[in-house]
């Protein structure tokens, strides 16, 4: 694997935090059975890999920036530079013990992310880019799917539960893409849908109301695997303003159209 000193610390932190994940995740599915159940027991697990992952990155960079869903934000002395660290994407997977969650690292630089590892501990893969150097799951180079017709296409998205803001919104889309497309997957990870346009398995993938870390390294994936990503909105950042379209470069432009109402 040939990537820079930073890209390597990113693998490491999230190979490390994917060990103590999958021993919890092992336990979490004895856990089902009893009646409590293990929410407490996965709280603990996500906040521990959290733990391991910041203590390796902010050892071998102290001045870089900081923000973990568990954590929060820490300003580093090094204002052009931060982590973007998801521990566990897919809780409730994980929760259930369903196999389909992950580790997600993201950098960012001049508010650009540069460099992304997202490790699905439960199946060994580790999907890694940096801005230049194209995408890769393993040891294989990763290219965005061929499709070129949206009837063909199998797109992933997050649907918002419990009420939040987004779920109007996002049945909407639902009711104009479905029509339009060969099948759509909501599996619960954000990072490994994106990670998954990235190695071509969806042919694109959105979603309203995430947060940075869903994210970060799942946009420099696909990029560097030859998609595009960009806010819903026109104009928006998808890190600053929360909301993402992604997809293959053939696609792109007729599946933002049919998110996006045009
Ligand atoms: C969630 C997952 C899910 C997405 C939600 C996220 P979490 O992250 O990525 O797929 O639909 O928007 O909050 O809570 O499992 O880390
Ligand atoms: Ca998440």
């Known amino acids: 694997m040939q990537g820079s000193a930073n890209l390597n610390l990113m693998i490491k932190a999230a190979r490390k935090a994917g060990r103590s994940l999958v021993k919890d995740f092992r336990e979490v599915e004895n856990l089902q059975v009893s009646s409590k159940g293990p929410g407490d027991f996965v709280t ?4 521990e890999a959290e733990r391991i992952i910041k203590q390796e990155l902010m050892t071998g960079r102290p001045t870089y920036g900081w923000l973990g869903e568990e954590t929060g934000e820490t300003k580093g ?3 052009t530079r931060r982590w973007i660290v998801d521990p566990l994407d897919g809780t409730t997977n994980f929760l259930h013990g369903l196999p389909h969650w992950a580790v997600s690292i993201g950098l960012e630089h001049k508010g650009e992310i540069v460099s992304g590892v997202i490790f699905d501990a439960a199946k060994d893969e580790i999907y890694w880019a940096e801005k230049g150097t194209g995408a890769w799951l393993n040891e294989s180079r990763l290219r965005v799917s061929g499709r070129r017709v949206m009837s063909d296409a199998v797109f992933a998205t ?12 996002t049945l909407q889309d639902l009711a104009r893409l479905m029509p339009a497309c060969a099948g759509l997957r909501r599996w619960g990870a954000a990072a490994l849908d994106l990670a998954y346009v990235a190695a071509g398995r969806f042919d694109g993938y959105w979603e309203r109301g995430i947060q940075p870390w869903d994210m970060a390294a799942g946009i420099i994936l696909v990029r560097e695997a030859g998609g595009f990503v960009s806010g819903i909105r026109e104009g ?6 929360g909301s993402i379209i992604a997809g293959n470069s053939a696609l792109f432009e007729d599946f933002r159209k049919v998110i996006r109402g045009e």
């Open 44 to 47: 603990r697990a996500d906040r």
């Open 77 to 79: 002395a090094d204002p």
């Open 158 to 169: 997050g649907i918002p539960f419990a009420g939040r803001g987004a779920l109007p919104a």
């Open 236 to 241: 928006d950042d998808p890190v600053q303003h």
